[in-house]
């Protein structure tokens, strides 16, 4: 390495910038790797700045190239195995740095309790995160070769990682790779056909790409061939396949049913108390009565009326006097309610409270879903043994318990419904039950309120709008202060109101698709894709 440093040293004002990154050591490269990871998450939502994507992946082929002893060095040298890694950790430390920094916002909403966690919250979690990509780039390092074939080495062992962060400690795909794919128009329909975790593949295959252009002979001559015609292909079919089936496929609608969908817009501070839970509901009800030029008569032709995750500071169900006003307003409508709901045991410990979504016609409470994926440290902690006595405690105040399993909520009304509860929603292939009755449309109330006027709500509103297009589900989002949105089976958003706004939404249920190829085979299309690009990596190896 201190000869590969000595003569770039010497050569420096001829080397192109691809070959500065190889040839990079030390802190440079560390930064490089940093930067680039940066740069990839404005190609996320809000910004869907799709091109920013080829930054990082383009430089991660670079960066895995300069992880080497030297051209002679052993396929399993640990040294050059570590290198990758710690550039893939780099890399990975820049991109959720840079893309996930809104989750301190959460803890400045009881800065006297949490403020303390804002670094862990900004800088630690990105830190763990990063981990993944390390190994993914541990794992294509193994698999490298010159020429075209190292792009699929990349995809493999990054795609593997993507997945594996999914669903490791119960599992975190947020801002996963193939989100810059979510907001590519025609492109984002590719997730009907192989789900997110094959959108990483693809993604990674289509950014990095490019990074094989520099290379010289005797790979020159087939630049244009191998990696870039297959990502080149790639692009072309699935932008094909997303405008055919955007065009052949217009919304349609279930007919008598009438939404409306409330936004409350309310601060997740120490007024949403108790004490103020009257004042609440007045507000509640107010706003949900509003006139608006689709409905001037208000609730008066509404069907169903949906409010937000975790809608009241108590529990409705022990609130006659809530239950009774809420019925007057609907004037036989139904009401879909983000609320905590409790059940005892009967022997005087302590009953159990879920996070739930209920469905109320007149004074009674007629169905609900418990929400089984709970947050961790925000709705139950990790490690609770180790972490509280050292007055460690999770952002919600309460013990929450998980639901049973996954199941529909039959809503009077409507078709079978699929709940998602806030983070729920970020789950691919685990939003539904694949052994019971396929839903008709899926339910995703959240209170995005702790983190403000950020970019995290947008890009929870990406994730959960992929779901519907993985599954071919509409889908009725409700969020406390945004953004709330009618969204068809085919992930077009209907109506929508912006963050940060109090106000309805009025709109019509659209009715689902036909079950697409990911929702019949699931994991089986990633298992493939995956399957493909390793042959692929392992093909260059043998031909090396």
Known sequence: MAQIAEIAGACAPALSFPQRIVLARGWTRRAIAFCAGAAGALALAPFDFIPAMFVPLTVAVWLIDGATDGEDSPRFALAPILSAAGAGWWLGFGYFVAGLWWMGAAMLVEADQFAWALPLAVFGLPAVLALFPAAGFA??????????????????????????????????????????????????????????YGLDIIAIVMFAAPATLIDRAPYSARRFGGSMLAAAALAALLLTYGAFRLGANPTEYVDGVALRLMQPNLAQDAKFRPENGAKILRHY?????????????????????????????????????????????????????????????????????????????????????????????????PLEALLRPLGVNHLVPGIWDRGAGPRLLAAP????????????????????????????????????????????????????RLRAIEEGLPMIRVANTGVSAIIDAYGRILQSLPLGEEGVVD????????????????ALAFAALLALTTALAAIGVVRR
């Open 139 to 196: 794992v294509a390092r193994l698999l490298w070769s010159p020429g075209g074939a190292r792009v699929f080495a990349l995809a493999a062992g990054l795609g593997a990682a993507e997945w594996l962060r999914g669903h490791l400690f119960t599992g975190f795909p947020w801002n996963d790779f193939g989100m810059a794919l979510a907001g590519a128009g025609p492109l984002a329909q590719a997730a009907s056909l192989v789900g997110l």
């Open 285 to 381: 009800l107010a706003l949900s009565e509003r006139a608006t030029n689709e409905r001037p008569s208000g609730l008066a032709e509404v069907t169903h009326l949906v409010w937000p995750e975790s809608a009241f500071p108590y529990i409705i169900s022990n609130h006659p006097e809530a239950l009774a006003a809420i019925s007057r307003a609907l004037k036989g409508g139904v009401l879909l309610t983000g609320a905590a709901r409790a059940e005892g045991d009967g022997d005087g410990r302590r009953g159990k409270i879920f996070n739930s979504v209920e469905a109320l016609k007149g004074e009674s409470i007629v169905a609900f879903y418990d929400k089984v994926h709970l947050v961790p440290f925000g709705e139950y902690l």
């Open 413 to 464: 009304g409507l078709p079978p419904i699929a709940p998602l509860i806030c983070y729920e929603a970020i789950f691919p292939g685990e939003t539904i039950q694949r052994d019971a009755e396929r839903p008709r449309l899926f339910l995703n109330v959240t209170n995005d309120g702790w983190f403000g006027r950020t970019t995290g709500p947008y890009q929870h509103l990406a994730q959960a």
């Open 507 to 522: 709109g019509r249920l659209p009715r689902e698709a036909s079950p697409t190829v990911f929702a019949a085979h699931g």
